[in-house]
Nanobody
Framework: VQLVESGGGLVQAGGSLRLSCVAS????????MAWYRQAPGKQRELVAS????????NYVDSVKGRFTISRDNAKNTVYLQMNSLKPEDTAVYYC????????????WGQGTQVTVSS
């Protein structure tokens, strides 16, 4: 099983980035997907999640209205569109897959760095 994130980088405050996570080795449509982030010295936090069919999403309050999570089950890919980025969004962003029936079955990507300069 592999979850491979891409799309991170350095951007100025107010800018945008689009993260992608491509999954292999799993039946993608049987997994809820999520993006987490971890800033230096802080705990990992859930940023956004999406159900297996894409019909429902959830966001942490700090990114509501700025970030959008989506998925393409035909491409085994989940996205995180990040707009109006702020320096406090700086973190390593991780992709997570959790089985919809057996929640103890979950996988993580290696992470992608997002740095927002002021």
């Amino acid at each position: 099983v592999q979850l491979v994130e891409s799309g991170g980088g350095l951007v100025q405050a107010g800018g945008s980035l689009r993260l992608s996570c491509v999954a292999s080795g799993i039946t993608f449509s049987r997994y809820a997907m999520a993006w987490y982030r971890q800033a230096p010295g802080k705990q990992r936090e859930l940023v956004a999640s999406i159900t297996s069919g894409g019909g429902s999403t959830n966001y942490v309050d700090s990114v509501k209205g700025r970030f959008t999570i989506s998925r393409d089950n035909a491409k085994n890919t989940v996205y995180l569109q990040m707009n109006s980025l702020k320096p406090e969004d700086t973190a390593v962003y991780y992709c997570n897959a959790r089985h919809i029936q057996f929640s103890s079955i979950e996988y993580w990507g290696q992470g992608t760095q997002v740095t927002v300069s002021s």
